[in-house]
Every structure is written in structure tokens, then in C-alpha cells.
Antibody, heavy 123, light 111 residues
């Protein structure tokens, strides 16, 4: 069925990197983009960036531009989000979410969401 | 501070209607018809309720409707039910270098 399945919980030290995966199934992977959205404990949703599964084109929020990289692997229908130089305020639940924008820009109607990956940054 | 402004909380009694506003600028809400609304219950992933200002995905109750006037989008829930109690978020495409912006979220309480 239509779903996005994310990798498991991560615990990292400040300054480290984390790489979260998101595996798509139940639809044509390259016909959509994927957004990454995070939610700190008790806080709202924050958009991090978008990647086209069609051509690998990326758009990142300014806040994360220098620290995030999003990639795709069409052979496994997976999208990856790597966040570097982790800080304590990066502690959050990270979601991947499908986007109709598939080539140039996101069209932020996120209709399928992963289950979320908890990333904890602590010394 | 979120780019889109939503009220922190709204409430209503079962059967009533409520409206949640989402105010942006001409660079986002006012400039594009790419406004969406999401419902999030505690401990769950968000669920798309409205897209492109006023379209409902398949399976979403017709008690949920969306609209836009100028730089403000609105989500209306009619015939409130206990299960509608949740957090609601709007988002929009933006011409700024951030591309996508969310509202801060609105907690809906069904009295």
C-alpha cells in the first residue's frame, strides 16, 4: 500500500551527523518529490527542504542550507536526509512527506507522511 | 516566529462550526493557490485535510472546507465532533528563498 517508512531512532552527540532514510512504496517513486519536515518536542512543524525523486533537484530552507543534504536512490525508492554539525536544538521528530512537485519546485500539499524518526542530540 | 500566523487556540461545542485563520503575505498565501491544511493528533503524523486552498483529498470529510481572501486562508470545520480535537497547521509555497512555510499551529478544543 501507499506508504513511506523511515529509519529508526538516532542518538547523536553535538557536532556529529545523522542520516535518516525514507523508503517509498505503493506509487511511482519518480513521479513525486519528498519533503523533510521536523517537529521539536511540543513545537510546530518546520520545513527543512524538498528533493525531486525524478531528477534529484533540491530546495533547502535557508536555515539549513549549510548543514543539510538530501539525496535519492531510485533503485531502492529511498530518499535520504543528512544533517551535519548537530546541536541540542536539532533534537526533534523528523518526517518525510510526499509532495506533488516532482521536478522543479515543491508544491506543498503533503499527502503521505512517514512515521517519523526521533533524533536526539545530547552529550 | 513562524512565517504564517495562526491563532494559538480555538474552541467550539459539538455540532458547531469553527474557522481557523492563516495569515501570510503577498509572497506566500496571497500570491499562490498552494495553501494546504493538516490535522495532527497527539503522537501521530500530520494528515492532509485541504490542498490548493479549497480541495479535499479523497477520504476527508466534507465537514472540512478551505478558502482564501487576500493574504489570509481559512479552514472551516462544520458539525464539530469530538474526534476533530487536534492541532491544525497551514502551509504555503512562498517566493522567498525558503520555498515552503508553515503556520505555528492551532490547537482545537471541542468542549
Amino acid at each position: 500500500q501507499l506508504q513511506l517508512v523511515q529509519s529508526g531512532t538516532e542518538v547523536k552527540k553535538p557536532g556529529a551527523s545523522v542520516k535518516v532514510s525514507c523508503e517509498a512504496s505503493g506509487y511511482t517513486f519518480t513521479s513525486y518529490g519528498i519533503n523533510w519536515v521536523r517537529q521539536a518536542p511540543g513545537q510546530g512543524l518546520e520545513w527543512m527542504g524538498w528533493i525531486s525523486a525524478y531528477n534529484g533537484n533540491t530546495k533547502y530552507a535557508e536555515k539549513f542550507q549549510d548543514r543539510v543534504t538530501m539525496t535519492t536512490d531510485t533503485s531502492t525508492s529511498r530518499v535520504y536526509m543528512e544533517l551535519r554539525s548537530l546541536r541540542s536544538d536539532d533534537t526533534a521528530l523528523y518526517y518525510c512527506a510526499r509532495d506533488r512537485g516532482y521536478d522543479i519546485l515543491p508544491k506543498p500539499s503533503m499527502d503521505v507522511w512517514g512515521q517519523g524518526t526521533t533524533v536526539t542530540v545530547s552529550s | 516566529q513562524s512565517a504564517l500566523t495562526q491563532p494559538a487556540s480555538v474552541s467550539g461545542s459539538p455540532g458547531q462550526s469553527i474557522t481557523i485563520s492563516c495569515t501570510g503575505t503577498s509572497s506566500d498565501v496571497g500570491g499562490y493557490n498552494y495553501v494546504s491544511w493538516y490535522q495532527q493528533h497527539p503522537g501521530k503524523a500530520p494528515k492532509l485535510m485541504i490542498y490548493d486552498v479549497s480541495n479535499r483529498p479523497s477520504g476527508v470529510s466534507n465537514r472540512f472546507s478551505g478558502s482564501k481572501s487576500g493574504n489570509t486562508a481559512s479552514l472551516t470545520i462544520s458539525g464539530l465532533q469530538a474526534e476533530d480535537e487536534a492541532d491544525y497547521y497551514c502551509n504555503s509555497f512562498t517566493s522567498s528563498t525558503n520555498f515552503v512555510v508553515f503556520g505555528g499551529g492551532t490547537k482545537l478544543t471541542v468542549l
